[in-house]
Nanobody
Framework: QVQLVESGGGLAQAGGSLRLSCAAS??????????WYWYRQAPGKQRELVVM???????NYADSVKGRFTVSRDNAKNTVYLQMNNLKPEDTAVYYC?????????WGQGTQVTVSS
């Protein structure tokens, strides 16, 4: 079993930055076996994909965050990061990390990001 624990959410002003972390623990030998995804869900809206980060290193960002958000990972720490710059009020949401490996799907508990104008 693999557990994903997120951290780094909080309150930021518009134009500010936050960095989210998602650490994997449990039955995982290396974070680079995972395909990683960050999703977010704003109140009253459907969950949307923010970025896909494959184990091969490919990324695919939602248009709404391109140029502002950057995903990275530290395989030694089994951790993936989401650096969020130039935050906007519309980035306010609960952010979830998702790891997929060998047919299994793992989710973090979610972390709240609130951006004030």
């Amino acid at each position: 079993q693999v557990q994903l624990v997120e951290s780094g959410g909080g309150l930021a002003q518009a134009g500010g930055s936050l960095r989210l972390s998602c650490a994997a623990s449990g039955s995982i030998s290396s974070g680079n076996a995972m395909n990683w995804y960050w999703y977010r869900q704003a109140p009253g809206k459907q969950r949307e994909l923010v970025v896909m980060f494959t184990r091969g290193g490919s990324t695919n960002y939602a248009d709404s965050v391109k140029g502002r958000f950057t995903v990275s990972r530290d395989n030694a720490k089994n951790t993936v990061y989401l650096q969020m710059n130039n935050l906007k009020p519309e980035d306010t949401a609960v952010y979830y990390c998702n790891g997929r490996m060998f047919g299994h799907d793992y989710w973090g508990q979610g972390t709240q990001v609130t951006v004030s104008s």
